[in-house]
């Protein structure tokens, strides 16, 4: 999946609900994918382990020589390895990933205006590499010149994604 938090005065932004910041549905395409959320288009169809392998079945009809063509069992590791070694359908499925994540972030980006963005997890851990140049590209692209100057991403330094759950806890 795909989460995110907002910190507003040293505290976390909740909303009404406690839904505040479940940025994994966000539509960016209401013809896209169907989510397990019952929506199409969410960001998670797309920038996530689940998303780079749906990715991946959808487009590899268009790339017979890829080695992913033949993985059996297609997994994300396999993914990785091969958008490394250059293969171009894992490399259109992680660039796709950064992009939904960066149009994503813009728009974090627009209605909050924060001095820092910090990207981590599972996702970012195994493949940041492979998607950061594409995501900052369309935050760039897509955020108001006078947010991009005082606005700051970077990759989060906390190795374990179960602390932002133990943090939601704290913070109660």
């Known amino acids: 999946g795909l989460g995110g938090a907002a910190i507003l005065d040293g505290r976390i932004l909740n909303g009404v609900s406690g ?3 479940e940025i994994g ?9 169907l989510c397990a959320c019952g929506t199409r288009g969410c960001v998670e169809t797309v920038a996530s382990g689940k998303g780079l392998l749906a990715g991946v079945n959808e487009y590899v009809a268009a790339y017979p020589g890829s080695p992913l063509a033949s993985a ?3 997994t994300t590791s396999a993914i990785l390895e091969a958008a490394r070694a250059g293969d171009p359908l894992a490399r259109r499925v ?5 992009i939904a994540l960066g149009t994503t972030l813009a ?3 627009t209605l909050l205006d924060p001095a820092l963005i910090v990207v981590g997890g599972g996702l970012t851990e195994a493949a940041g590499d492979l998607f950061w140049e594409a995501m900052i590209g369309a935050l760039e692209a897509r955020v108001l010149s006078s947010l991009r100057t005082s ?9 374990s994604t179960a602390l932002g759950a133990a943090a939601l ?4």
């Open 169 to 172: 806890v704290w913070g109660a």
């Open 72 to 74: 059996d069992p297609l």
């Open 107 to 109: 728009w974090c980006a």
């Open 19 to 21: 839904s505040a910041m």
């Open 25 to 33: 549905h966000v539509s960016l395409d209401p013809r896209g994918r």
């Open 94 to 98: 992680l660039d796709e990933a950064g």
């Open 151 to 159: 606005l700051r991403v970077a990759r989060s330094e906390v190795e």
